[in-house]
């Protein structure tokens, strides 16, 4: 019987893909293990090779279609002779995938969701960065941090990147892609498995005088290296006497991504936010990703820019200029409201975007504060929105004790307390390890109906 | 060879193995025997330097004891030639980086005894302004980057120093400095594998006093020849007696042109000796006083300097006595204004936390 073959996913999170290109063509035998096509997604190529024998009967999406879906019948295998129709018409019975993927990514598979998130971004005031009718580019915020770290190495000798996977691999997020073609070896290092040694490393580079930006594959691994980014960056300018400093920016994606379990989900903005001496930046749109990392990199002082995996394929406006810079420390008011505000970040604008869209419909207008620098942290930005609804909502994915919610919580009941009208909720992910089983996962971190139900609970509203 | 070769005890026999047998080490060999003869200016300028450490140090133990320094303090004494004889050998622009036992480093490398003196104490003209202490002091013009406090991460950054020479196509060298204890590190190794990959400038001094703190080499180390651990990365390596600085300089002029002309890293073992204590709070039970007292007697680096000076009649006594009175003014200088200057302004509290 004639089987089909199906999309397959590449990585975890991936839900569409490019077919970039076929390798066998209709009427080809095919034995199991021949490479039958090139399936391209936001962060890699790969090959799908062929698992039954048969003939290639029929291919049903053709080179070069983009967006295609995960298990959408790519092609038809048949047995020698036999009519391809019955398969055809039995795509609803969504038969098991029968191709396996070949050449595994880097260590973490990707995502590649490509879903367009700027929705309700049209109350947002204009950033100030960005002056009045300024030419707009769409751009993932993959691509904008690339672009910054593509200009400022144009700019600047001294800065260099190094990590795992960073220069031929092309980053195992994509994050580099193209930086070695354009600067070569000697700034774009690809380094052994030992993020110990080369934050190490890049922090002793930085003490003489070059501007290293530090590729962690993700923040998870940078507790490998948690000592030089604490007690070797972010302390021997006071330890020195403000003689000796350490201009180096460590980024990569830090938080969640989507079933990889406990190890590889965890967000750092709480741990590295809490160590003065260090800045601490996590951008959502890709405007700000771009402004963001052209000033960390520019800055005299250890920035962690933490990224975020899932919003590396989302897109967003990012304005053509010739310098565009967004400062360290200034957060951004995502939409006006008057009635709650949401303070987040990073991922955590997800959530607070899609609740202030629900809540607006019920009459509840929701201001969304989204912070960008964690530390310094724009503590007056957060007190002024208060002053005004009365009520807080603070959204993050990391842990609630010690979390960077506790911590706006305090400042606003040090600062603001006669100003509340309610106790400030705090959501957060769960006070759990992360599990791997898709459904639990879901309930470890914080949903939008959670944040729904918060402001509704500030607001006294059931 | 000398006492730095102590024979393994077991653990807790300390007193019992008063007696530390001594090998005979074929290598490594004294300075003389290995040909390196010091001309009477170098003899006299390595005595010096080396008398500079060891009368400092024995006043930071003094004002230690009387309350002037707090905190962690580790003395330098008996170590003096290796980082002496590495010093003699590096040009301007070479940089140095080691662990907390800093303060030789720093006088070796020309900082102003007082400025050291003064951040022991904590006060506003130390180095680092009073808030770095014994461990954390640097210096940019003297190209000094500290002064680290966690065993072993000098060593990535030391091997970051090197990679900035070799980034700007310059020919200086990191001289990266550490212990035995440190050479334990899983970091080492990180460190060891990059630079070798790369080829970077930098010489490893491993300055094997015998001692981890109180664990000594024995009992922590599988491999106790520390010029080997960079074998599987295919990083050549010596064993050096630290306590001749004829021996150390001609190690460190090899090692040095062995990196200055892009070979890659070096490793140099220098076998030496701390006759203090690891901190001041060190109770010394782990090893006995007649072992302590052997090494002085016998190969103490000051001492072995000194005889050959006179026997070569490179100095009379009484130079050698205005040198030494020269050094002892310097560094009670050096006490008195770091016992005398203020204490920093309650407002640096919040300065220097970024640029």
């Known amino acids: ?462 | 060879m000398a006492a730095t070769r102590t024979s393994a005890r077991s653990a807790g026999s300390a007193k019992a193995g008063a007696k530390p047998a001594v090998k005979a080490a074929a290598k490594p060999a004294r300075g003389g025997q290995n040909g390196l003869q010091f001309t009477p200016e170098q003899e006299l300028e390595a005595y010096k330097m080396m008398l500079l450490i060891r009368r400092f140090e024995e006043k930071s133990g003094q004002m230690y004891g009387m309350g002037l320094i707090g905190g962690f303090c580790h003395l330098y004494i008996g170590q003096e030639a290796v980082v002496v004889g590495m010093q003699m050998s590096a040009k301007e622009g070479d940089a140095v980086i080691t662990g907390y036992r800093d303060h030789g480093h720093m006088l070796a490398c020309g900082m102003d005894p007082k400025g050291v003196m003064a951040e022991l104490t904590g006060r506003r003209g130390g180095l680092s302004k009073g808030k770095g202490g014994s461990m954390h002091m640097f210096s940019k013009e003297k190209h000094f980057y500290g002064g680290h406090g966690i065993v072993g991460a000098q060593v990535a950054l030391g091997t970051g120093l090197a990679f900035a020479n070799a980034y700007r196509g310059n020919d200086n060298v990191s001289m990266t400095y550490f212990g035995d204890g440190a050479a334990n590190q899983g970091q080492v190794y990180e460190s060891f594998n990059m630079a070798q990959l790369w080829k970077l400038p930098v010489v490893y001094i491993i300055e094997n006093n015998r001692y981890a703190m109180g664990t000594s080499v024995s009992r922590a180390s599988a491999q106790q020849d520390f010029s080997k651990r960079g074998l599987s990365f295919n990083i050549p390596g010596e064993q050096v007696d630290g306590m001749d600085v004829r021996a150390v300089k001609a190690a460190a002029e090899h090692a040095i042109k062995w990196c200055r002309d892009g070979n890659g890293p070096y490793i140099l073992e220098m076998q030496t000796y701390r006759y203090r204590g690891h901190s001041m709070s060190d109770p010394a039970k782990y090893r006995t006083k007649e072992e302590v007292q052997r090494v002085r007697d016998e190969n103490d680096p000051i001492e072995l300097v000194r005889a050959r000076i006179l026997k070569g009649k490179m100095a009379s006594e009484d130079d050698l006595k205005q040198i030494d009175a020269g050094v002892r003014a310097i560094v009670a200088e050096a006490a008195e204004f770091a016992t005398n200057d203020p204490e920093p302004d309650p407002s640096e509290l919040w300065t220097d936390i970024l640029v």
């Open chain 1, 1 to 462: 019987m004639p089987t089909n073959i199906l999309m397959p996913a590449l990585s975890p999170t991936m839900e569409q893909g490019k077919l970039a290109k076929w390798l066998k063509k209709e009427g080809d035998k095919i034995k199991s293990g021949d490479i039958l096509a090139e399936i391209e997604t936001d962060k890699a190529t790969m090959e799908v090779e062929a698992v039954d024998e048969g003939v290639l009967a029929k291919i049903l999406i053709a080179d070069g279609t983009e967006n295609v879906a995960v298990n959408t019948p790519i092609a038809i295998i048949a047995n020698e002779g036999e009519d391809v129709g019955a398969a055809a018409s039995s795509q609803a019975s969504a038969p098991t995938p029968k191709a396996a993927v070949v050449a595994a990514p880097a260590e973490l598979a990707a995502p590649a969701i490509v879903t367009h998130s700027q929705a309700s971004g049209s109350q947002a005031p204009a950033s100030p960065e960005i002056p009045e009718g300024t030419q707009m580019v769409t751009t993932t915020v993959r691509e904008a941090l690339r672009d910054a770290m593509a200009e400022e190495m144009r700019r600047d000798g001294d800065v260099f990147v190094i990590g795992e996977e960073v220069a031929e691999y092309q980053g195992a997020y994509k994050v580099t892609q193209g930086l070695l073609q354009e600067f070569g070896a000697r700034r774009v290092i690809d380094t052994p498995i030992t993020e110990h040694g080369f934050a190490g490393l890049g922090v002793g580079a930085a003490f003489a005088g070059l501007k290293p930006i530090i590729e962690f594959m993700t923040f998870n691994f940078s507790m490998q290296a948690i000592d030089h980014i604490v007690n070797s960056a972010a302390k021997t300018l006071y330890m020195s006497g403000g003689q000796m400093g350490s201009p180096v920016v460590f980024r990569g994606p830090n938080g969640a991504a989507a079933r990889v379990g406990a190890q590889h989900s965890q967000d750092f903005a709480a741990w590295y936010s809490s160590v003065p001496g260090l800045k601490v930046v996590s951008p959502y749109t890709a405007a700000d990703a771009k402004g963001l990392l052209k000033a960390a990199i520019r800055d005299p002082n250890p920035v962690v820019f933490l990224e975020n995996e899932i919003l590396y394929g989302q897109t967003f406006d990012v304005p053509v200029m010739d310098d565009f810079i967004v400062p360290i420390g200034k957060a951004r008011i995502h939409r006006e409201g008057r009635d709650v505000t949401f303070v987040t970040w990073s991922i955590g604008m997800t959530y607070a975007i899609k609740a202030a869209a629900e809540l607006e419909k019920e009459g509840i207008d929701v201001e969304i504060i989204d912070l960008r620098t964690i530390r310094p942290m724009d503590t007056d930005a957060i007190i002024r929105s208060v002053m005004k609804t009365g009520r807080c909502v603070t959204i993050e994915e990391g842990y609630p004790q010690s979390g960077v919610g506790a911590e706006i919580v305090a400042r606003i009941m040090e600062r603001a307390f006669d100003y509340l009208d309610a106790p400030v909720i705090r959501i957060t992910g769960k006070d759990v390890p992360m599990p791997y089983a898709a459904n639990l996962e879901k309930l470890a971190l914080p949903n939008v109906g959670e944040v729904v139900a918060a402001a509704k609970a500030v607001l006294y509203r059931s």
